[in-house]
């Protein structure tokens, strides 16, 4: 396995103090063995506190099902201080957010000043809608820089926002909507995405059918097409926000004042409202983002993410912005008009650090060279990628054709749940190998543990964990403790179980193998295999639905299903079940949502207290049919029989 060295181009004139691999241990160190005592100095230091914390850590792993543990829990700050009001003595017009429209070149810039003025409008309007500290609001937008302002006016006030990716359908927008007693929705009329318009306020309007808690559903006009607005509770962003006064002070708040809600799928049951927190979360994304990607003064700083997910929260909006970065923001997607888009975007930007997913880096690399190799990147420093493993032959090309051998690669492991990166190359410091997320950042303290709990040392394969709190992770899941505590920590009692699977090599470096559970990650996008099956059995022909994923060439992992098809039901016209049954999963879950593969079985393979052996769905469905172990403890072993013959696959 080849480890490649940092470029020489990339720790040149680091100001990192992590910028060797010395300075990275040195401070690893440091941070172990006085945790609290560097948090709080770190945090002092880094963060526009209104009441400067003393109190490191509270509570912990071990005292989790009590309480939610604490961070910096008598300091008060409010998060947008820190994005915004301290970068206006030195950075005023220096350009916050670059947008990048869906027509190409179509973009605009905004200042730390004129962002301040927006946030402090729309934060203005809000409270003129009574809305204020504590309360819920929805944002339901696209990738448009108004979705920013919506994030930071919420945090301004101390409302707490839930942002719900524009391609959720309207059923996952009401049990959101209907779990957080959100009281406001922020949308927009229609989002544009290559070309197409997404009906985000019509999808909105459908999901509050009934819920009369929503009083206001504030619309930012993105085109000139006609929507219905419903009187008395829609009003126009134009008309409420923009005659607002530029001046609204931030509500402080205490440390561990709810800054989101952000909500994602779990193995089991309906997704989780993962609670951050406005000390901790701003610490640890703005310490990450900074750290990570090496950032510098003039970098232009460009992560391809959605607002709708984690990586947009931490890594386009609060991370960057609380480091004063030039964070750009993309609305469309990266093959229109054609698949150099990214690569355009980079070179009319001067983009210095880049930041996408492994699924688009193996669809791009599928279109040919020549759609990179005819713009110049040579702005470009650090490329990084999240949101699942990155296959080395992905990785390969990314570091050859897009950084042209220049460029330092993080591949940067974390969740919804850790709020920011933990595991990942420190762009000046650490040397490369594809496909590894490597060293633990400052604060994380990885383990590794068999199906047991037995800790595993040196060169191991296990179940991940963590082993110490630290400032950025989630503290709650929301309305649902219990459930927090038994997802996370029932499993390895004193640790965070992660869900992951990791090895872990001779030097120490970390090779994520994906999830243990039954989460999904199709895309970059994780999908909860429940979701699916209490969907799809929606329709009258399906009585009975087993999803697991399947390794898939662009999109990381595919979606297979299993169907058990009702009494009177068969599957002769396949492609109208198929359509019938995506139909289903666009309402019930969103667009994103798609089977790859459908089987349909005589049975599920259930065990004669009547669970379903899950490892055998997986194993079929991986191509692994000879791999299934020991199956004598099924019901009617029969079924297995079944399922080996009719298993499909892609090709
Ligand atoms: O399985 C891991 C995978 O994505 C999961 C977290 O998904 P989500 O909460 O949606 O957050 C995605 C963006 C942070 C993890 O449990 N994952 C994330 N990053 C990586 C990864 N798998 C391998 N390598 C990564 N760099």
Same mark, same amino acid.
């Given at each position: 396995?080849?480890?490649?060295?940092?470029p020489a181009?990339v720790?040149?004139?680091?100001p990192?103090?992590m910028?060797t691999?010395?300075?990275y241990?040195a401070l690893?160190?440091e941070v172990?063995?006085?945790?609290d005592a560097?948090?709080?100095?770190e945090?002092?230091r880094?963060i526009?506190w209104?009441?400067?914390p003393?109190?490191g850590?509270?509570?912990?792993?071990d005292q989790?099902?009590?309480?939610?543990l604490t961070?910096f829990a008598?300091?008060?700050?409010?998060?947008? !201080?820190s994005c915004?009001?301290r970068h206006l %003595?030195?950075? %005023?017009d220096k350009t916050?957010?670059?947008?990048?429209?869906?027509h190409p070149?179509?973009?605009?810039?905004?200042s730390?000043a004129e962002?301040?003025?927006? !946030?402090?409008?729309?934060?203005n309007?809000l409270? #003129?809608?009574g809305i204020?500290k504590?309360?819920?609001?929805?944002i339901?937008?696209?990738?448009v820089?108004?979705?920013? /302002?919506a994030?930071?006016?919420c #945090?301004?006030?101390?409302?707490?926002?839930?942002v719900v990716?524009g391609g959720?359908?309207?059923d996952?927008?009401?049990?959101r909507a209907?779990?957080c007693?959100?009281?406001?929705?922020?949308?927009q009329d229609?989002g544009m995405?290559?070309?197409?318009?997404i009906?985000?306020?019509?999808?909105a309007?459908q999901?509050?059918?009934g819920?009369?808690?929503?009083?206001?559903v504030?619309?930012y006009q993105?085109t000139?097409?006609?929507?219905?607005?419903?009187?008395?509770r829609?009003?126009?962003?134009?008309?409420l926000?923009?005659g607002q006064?530029d001046?609204?002070?931030p509500e402080i708040?205490?440390?561990?004042h709810p800054?989101f809600?952000?909500?994602?799928?779990?193995s089991?049951?309906?997704?989780k409202?993962?609670v951050?927190?406005?000390?901790g979360y701003?610490t640890?994304?703005?310490f990450t983002?900074?750290?990570?990607?090496?950032?510098?003064?003039d970098d232009v700083?460009?992560c391809?993410a959605?607002?709708?997910?984690?990586t947009?929260h931490?890594?386009i909006?609060?991370g960057p912005l609380?480091?004063?970065a030039t964070?750009?923001m993309?609305?469309?997607?990266?093959?229109?008009p054609?698949?150099?888009?990214y690569w355009d975007l980079?070179?009319r930007?001067?983009?210095?650090?880049?930041y996408?997913?492994?699924?688009?880096i193996?669809?791009?690399?599928?279109c040919?060279?020549e759609?990179v190799?005819r713009r110049?990147l040579?702005s470009?420093?650090?490329?990084?990628t999240?949101?699942?493993p990155?296959?080395?032959d %992905?990785?390969?090309w990314?570091h050859?054709v897009v950084?042209?051998?220049?460029?330092n690669i993080v591949?940067?492991w974390w969740?919804t749940e850790?709020?920011?990166i933990c595991?990942?190359?420190i762009?000046p410091?650490?040397p490369?190998?594809?496909?590894?997320?490597?060293l633990?950042?400052p604060?994380?303290e990885?383990v590794?543990?068999?199906?047991?709990?037995?800790?595993?040392?040196?060169?191991?394969e296990g179940?991940?964990c963590i082993r110490r709190?630290?400032p950025?992770?989630s503290?709650?899941?929301w309305?649902d403790?219990?459930?927090?505590v038994?997802t996370?920590?029932?499993?390895?009692?004193?640790?965070?179980?992660?869900?992951d699977?990791?090895?872990?090599?001779a030097?120490?470096y970390h090779?994520?193998?994906?999830? /243990?559970?039954?989460?999904?990650?199709?895309?970059?996008?994780r999908m909860?295999?429940?979701e699916?099956?209490?969907?799809l059995?929606?329709h009258?022909?399906?009585?009975e639905a087993?999803?697991?994923?399947?390794p898939?060439?662009?999109k990381g992992q595919?979606?297979?299903?299993?169907?058990?098809l009702?009494?009177g039901h068969?599957?002769d016209d396949?492609?109208?079940?198929?359509?019938?049954l995506?139909?289903?999963l666009?309402n019930?879950i969103g667009?994103h949502?798609?089977?790859?593969?459908?089987?349909v079985?005589?049975g599920?393979p259930?065990?004669r207290?009547?669970?379903?052996?899950?490892?055998?769905?997986?194993k079929?469905?991986?191509?692994?049919p000879?791999a299934?172990?020991?199956i004598?403890?099924?019901?009617d072993?029969g /079924? !297995?029989?079944a399922?080996k013959a009719?298993?499909?696959?892609?090709?």
């Open positions: 396995m080849t480890t490649y060295e940092v181009r720790r040149e004139g680091s990192n103090p910028a691999l010395e300075g241990e690893y160190g172990s063995s006085d945790p560097f948090w709080v100095a945090t002092t880094r526009a209104a009441k400067p003393t109190q850590l509270g509570g912990g792993f989790i099902a009590d309480a939610p961070w008598d300091g008060q700050l409010n998060a947008t !201080v915004i009001d %003595a030195t950075r %005023a916050a957010i670059l947008w990048e429209a869906d070149g179509e973009d605009t810039s905004w730390f962002l301040a003025a927006q !946030v402090n409008r729309c934060a309007a409270k #003129a809608r204020g504590g309360d819920r609001v929805l339901y937008m696209g990738m820089p108004q979705a920013a /302002v994030m930071l006016a #945090a301004r006030i101390g409302a707490i926002h839930s990716f959720f359908s309207a996952s927008l009401r049990s209907v779990d007693k959100a009281t406001a929705v922020i949308t229609f995405r290559g070309g197409k318009r009906e985000l306020k019509r999808v309007d999901a509050l059918v819920i009369d808690e929503v009083h206001t504030l619309v993105r000139q097409d006609a929507v219905e607005m419903e009187d008395g829609d009003v126009w962003w134009h008309d926000v923009d006064s001046e609204c002070a708040v205490d440390a561990e800054l809600i952000l909500y994602t799928s779990g089991t049951g309906k997704p409202g993962q951050h927190t406005h000390g701003i640890w994304t703005s983002h900074q750290h990570v990607f090496d950032l510098r003064e700083y460009a391809v959605d607002v709708g997910w984690i947009g931490s890594y909006v609060y609380a480091n004063g964070t750009l993309f609305e469309s997607i990266p093959t229109y054609d698949a150099g888009r980079v070179e930007h001067k983009v210095t650090i880049f996408t997913a492994p699924t688009a193996r669809a791009l690399a599928a040919g060279d759609f190799t110049d040579s470009l420093r650090v490329l990084g999240v949101g699942e990155i296959n080395p %992905a990785w390969e990314y050859r950084g042209e051998g220049r460029c591949d940067t969740q850790t709020g920011g595991i990942s190359p762009a410091a650490t490369t190998k594809p496909g590894s997320a490597t633990p950042v604060g994380i990885p590794l543990r068999d199906a047991e709990g037995v800790v595993l040392d040196g060169a191991a179940l991940l709190p630290w950025g992770m503290r709650t899941i309305g403790h219990e459930r927090y038994d996370y920590f029932s499993m390895f009692p004193g640790a965070y179980f992660t869900g699977g990791c090895r872990r090599d030097d120490g090779w994520i193998t994906g999830r /243990v559970d039954d989460v999904i990650n199709v895309s970059g996008h909860g295999t429940a699916f099956e209490s969907a059995v929606h009258d022909a399906v009585a087993g999803v697991v994923g399947f898939h060439p662009i595919g979606v297979y299903c299993y169907l058990v009702s009494e068969d599957m396949r492609g109208e079940l198929e359509r019938e995506q139909g289903i666009r019930h667009a949502a798609r089977v790859d593969l459908y089987q079985v005589p599920l259930k065990t207290s009547g669970k379903v052996m899950r490892r055998i769905l997986r079929v469905a991986e191509g692994q000879e299934l172990g020991d004598s403890t099924l019901a072993p /079924v !297995v029989e399922i009719g298993a499909r696959s892609l090709a």
